[in-house]
Antibody, heavy 119, light 107 residues
Framework: QVQLQESGPGLVKPSETLSVTCTVSGASMSHNYWSWIRQAPGGGLEWIGHIHNSGTTTYSPSLKSRVTISLETWRNQFSLRLSSVTAADTAVYFC?????????????WGQGTVVTVSS | DIQMTQSPSSLSASVGDRVTITCRASQSIASYLNWYQQKPGKAPRFLIYAASSLQSGVPSKFSGGGFGTDFTLIINDVQPEDFATYYCQQSYSPPYSFGQGTKLEMK
């Protein structure tokens, strides 16, 4: 079955770059979109962006200047980089497989990785 | 950006109850509306897409409806495993925003 697993640094210092990777198993990376979503402590879900297997990306405007999502299909992985982080970027970061139907649908999720921004 | 507003923010119910959660979009999104269930410390689970279509494996006690700006999620015969937070999300245009969530608690 489709499984996704995030891995990240746990702790990032303010102004540095956060990098999180998602490893995919049980699904081809060639025919889908791949998304990142985050959830601040005690908060709701925030869509960050997605990447298509062609390399086309779409980002949330509120994060666009700081976000890069990339795909490494040969490793069955995709990654999120978020630059110039502040405490407001502290969150659980989820990756999700995304299928295109009535818009992009987040049908399989990873368990999430906690990233804390603190000096 | 499209704003999604859920009501109520929290809801108390007893086992066996029928509950309704409402989601409103700030502009028309046709039927591009999805629902997710999240339990504490877990990833969201995809329940419903296109406003009313059940994802594979989701029990028929869950149902959704609506079109345009107003949508509902109904849970029939609430069981202990249904107590969770429910989120709506629009997939009409980016950024694909979520509602703030509705926490279903046991009465």
């Amino acid at each position: 079955q489709v499984q996704l697993q995030e891995s990240g640094p746990g702790l990032v210092k303010p102004s540095e770059t956060l990098s999180v990777t998602c490893t995919v198993s049980g699904a081809s990376m060639s025919h889908n979109y791949w998304s990142w979503i985050r959830q601040a402590p005690g908060g709701g879900l925030e869509w960050i962006g997605h990447i298509h297997n062609s390399g086309t990306t779409t980002y949330s405007p509120s994060l666009k200047s700081r976000v890069t999502i990339s795909l490494e299909t040969w490793r069955n992985q995709f990654s999120l980089r978020l630059s110039s982080v502040t405490a407001a970027d502290t969150a659980v970061y989820f990756c999700a497989r995304t299928v295109l139907s009535t818009g992009p649908l987040l049908d399989h999720w990873g368990q999430g990785t906690v990233v804390t921004v603190s000096s | 950006d499209i704003q999604m507003t859920q009501s109520p923010s929290s809801l108390s119910a007893s086992v066996g109850d029928r509950v309704t959660i409402t989601c409103r979009a700030s502009q028309s999104i046709a039927s591009y509306l999805n629902w997710y269930q999240q339990k504490p410390g877990k990833a969201p689970r995809f329940l419903i897409y296109a406003a009313s279509s059940l994802q594979s494996g989701v029990p028929s006690k869950f149902s959704g409806g609506g079109f345009g700006t107003d949508f509902t999620l109904i849970i029939n015969d609430v069981q202990p495993e249904d107590f969770a937070t429910y989120y709506c999300q629009q997939s009409y245009s980016p950024p694909y925003s979520f509602g703030q969530g509705t926490k279903l608690e046991m009465k």
